[in-house]
T-cell receptor, first 115, second 109 residues
Framework: GAGVSQSPSNKVTEKGKDVELRCDPI?????LYWYRQSLGQGLEFLIY????????KSGLPSDRFSAERTGGSVSTLTIQRTQQEDSAVYLC?????????????FGPGTRLTVL | AQRVTQPEKLLSVFKGAPVELKCNYS??????LFWYVQYSRQRLQLLLR??SRESIKGFTADLNKGETSFHLKKPFAQEEDSAMYYC???????????FGTGTRLQVFP
């Protein structure tokens, strides 16, 4: 079956604009994660969903960032009033169930460039 | 605070040489440790986890709780091992992964 997919693969936007990034997890996976990969920063956790609820939003860097998940499947990460420091690769991952022992499968990422 | 440290940004070796990618962590409880790998133009994927105690593609990693380390080793590097390697930590009460900054391994012919 298909793996985790993300769209768009690349997004270039102007400072101050809003962007939406989409993640389609592997079918049947109940847990979904968003991470951000910035140059020189490694990967940092943003938010985690179990079903449609988000028990852990601790990694969202500011209130300009929000995410939702509907139908226990697709998730959208929204960044409002983008800033240049938001430029990064945004990765989505899903796992069959939540819990540290379950493998997270990653999507290809969305490369966001804020001019 | 939970933290993963990978001190080397770049590790270059010749084919057939041994490889050790270092990873140290800080965590007060009992963590689970992972190594993820990202080959050129491919997505991030799990290489191995300490709980499985398995060897994948010739790589092994042993969790040393005394030294809080989880170094990745391979006795004879191959050119196809060239990639970005990330050490990561999770725990029973934290579903998220905490990653190190990664080490780029270059294996020359």
């Amino acid at each position: 079956g298909a793996g985790v997919s993300q769209s768009p693969s690349n997004k270039v936007t102007e400072k101050g604009k809003d962007v939406e990034l989409r993640c389609d997890p592997i079918s049947g996976h109940t847990a979904l994660y968003w991470y951000r990969q910035s140059l020189g920063q490694g990967l940092e956790f943003l938010i985690y969903f179990q079903g449609n609820s988000a028990p852990d939003k601790s990694g969202l860097p500011s209130d300009r960032f929000s995410a939702e998940r509907t139908g226990g499947s697709v998730s959208t990460l929204t960044i409002q009033r983008t800033q240049q420091e938001d430029s990064a690769v945004y990765l989505c991952a899903s796992s069959l169930v939540s819990g540290s022992s379950d493998t997270q499968y990653f999507g290809p990422g969305t490369r966001l460039t804020v001019l | 605070a939970q933290r993963v440290t990978q001190p080397e940004k770049l590790l270059s070796v010749f084919k057939g040489a041994p490889v050790e990618l270092k990873c140290n962590y800080s965590y007060s409880g009992s963590p689970e440790l992972f190594w993820y790998v990202q080959y050129s133009r491919q997505r991030l994927q799990l290489l191995l986890r300490h709980i499985s105690r398995e060897s994948i593609k010739g790589f092994t990693a042993d969790l040393n709780k005394g030294e809080t380390s989880f170094h990745l080793k391979k006795p004879f590097a191959q050119e196809e091992d060239s990639a970005m390697y990330y050490c990561a930590l999770s725990s029973y009460n934290t579903d998220k992964l905490i990653f190190g900054t990664g080490t780029r391994l270059q294996v020359f012919p």
